[in-house]
């Protein structure tokens, strides 16, 4: 970093950054919640007393912690959720400490910083200036990231989430006076089409391979995340967070099954259907970890828990079910190379470009769009599709449909059988 040869000046900047998302994970969240609106409230209301700004003297971690837990709305309820607060704190995070540690190549100095001379307090991000904005943009879009040491290029999606984020995010220092430049309207916009996005078109035929295979091996825990997570299209965070008071019997429809209650993003709220071979696939989960019925368990006891009787991760769950499918016998793995593999241009948007080869990730979210593909393949309609996905806009429900929608609208299909004779 430029002019920062000193180590304690290091150590005053890292002070001044914001909570680790470790940290954020072991904590209660309704807890931060509580502390950060009830402490930084009196440090607000005393510079309302003594008619200063509102957020004179906060630091940059405090700032940042302000707008990831302050409550928005009169319902306490209704805020970010826990897996969102993890996002935007790991992004914003490495955002400003990227000024920390690449000085150089961001052309941010010790003697950009603002200092507060009552505390000593050193901030970043009240010394950013439009080319700091400029040369981050680049230097993210170049690929390093201040979190990893090894340089990685980001996807199109990936970098429009960053983007998103950070400038939401300087538009409200803004607004809060904490800064005094536009630093939000130098960020550039940046689309994503719909060939920048990940191809998650995990179908049917992907995941009858799985269950079969997994059915075959008796590995009951795989055989009903999978079965799970493709009949409810449920999120990963959602499974994670499911207890047994979650799950009711339905006395209202003939067949009396039972539902799932999710309290989702937003805090909008869906019931899903337990189809009955998930519901006994879930009934063997519980049975070979020695867990309780779900007529008889503590209703606030996870649905799922690991071996050691705890509650999944969203993380950990995420590495348990990729640790698991490399353990797939090599004839079934082979198998599922070959649904997963396909062709595309290594840059997809010029098609003179080699065609490389790319492969389907099998993933708990890809499970998700799982369940979107085989419901449109059954005759559901979109609406129906957005609902039971717990979506708010319609059009993220396409982006899941996109490949299977582009095929059905295709206008060969609305050929009447009889227009070119006996060749369709």
């Known amino acids: 970093m430029k002019d920062l040869n000193n180590k304690s000046e290091i150590a005053l900047i890292n002070q001044s950054l914001g909570l680790t ?70 992004v914003i995070t490495d955002f400003i400490e990227s000024f920390v540690k690449y000085g150089d190549e961001l052309d941010f100095s010790f003697s950009d910083s603002v200092v507060d001379e009552a505390s000593g307090h050193i901030s970043i991000l009240k010394g950013l200036r439009k080319k700091h904005i400029d040369k981050y943009m680049q230097f993210l879009i170049n690929g390093k990231t201040q979190v990893s040491s090894t340089e990685r290029k980001y996807s199109n999606a990936s970098l429009a989430q960053k983007f998103s984020i950070i400038k939401s995010f300087l538009k409200q220092l803004l607004e809060w006076e904490y800064i005094d430049r536009p630093l939000y309207a130098y960020m550039k916009g940046f689309s994503v089409s719909k060939a920048d996005r990940p191809n998650r078109d995990i179908g049917p035929e992907h995941v009858k391979l799985l269950l079969d295979t997994f059915n075959e091996m008796n590995h009951v825990p795989m055989f009903t995340f999978t ?35 999710i309290i989702a993003k937003g805090n909008k709220q869906r019931k899903i259907p337990l189809l009955p071979k998930t519901l006994q696939a879930i ?90 593909i085989i419901s449109r393949k059954s005759g559901v309609d979109v609406d129906s599709i957005k609902d039971s996905l717990g979506h708010s806009d319609r059009k993220t429900t396409e982006i899941y449909l996109a490949s299977i929608m582009s095929q059905e609208d295709h206008a060969s299909k609305q050929w009447s059988s009889d227009i070119i004779g006996d060749y369709i």
Not at 317 to 336: G, H, M, T, V, W
């Open 21 to 90: 998302n470790q940290k954020l994970s072991d904590l209660d969240l309704k807890q931060i919640r509580d502390f950060v609106n009830t402490s930084l409230a009196e440090v607000r209301y005393e510079n309302d007393d003594n008619n200063r700004s509102e957020f004179e003297g906060f630091t940059d971690k405090e700032i940042l912690a302000f707008y990831l837990f302050r409550y928005t709305h009169i319902n306490k309820d209704k805020t970010r959720s826990k897996q969102t607060i993890l996002t935007y704190n790991f």
């Open 227 to 261: 079965l799970f997570l493709v009949t409810t299209g449920i999120r990963n965070d959602e499974l994670c967070k499911l207890r047994i008071a979650d799950i009711h019997k339905d006395n209202l429809t003939q067949d009396g099954g039972y539902y799932i209650h």
């Open 283 to 372: 009934r063997e989960f519980r049975a070979i970890r020695g867990l309780d019925p779900i007529e008889t368990a503590e209703p606030n006891s996870p649905v799922f828990s690991t071996n050691r009787g705890k509650a999944y991760s969203p993380s950990y769950f995420d590495q348990y079910f990729k640790s698991q499918l490399a353990l797939l016998p090599i004839e079934a793995k082979e198998k599922l190379d070959e649904l997963c593999t396909y062709f595309e241009h290594e840059n997809v948007h010029d098609r003179t470009s080699n065609r490389i080869e790319k492969r389907i990730k099998i993933t708990p979210h890809g499970l998700r769009h799982a369940f979107a």
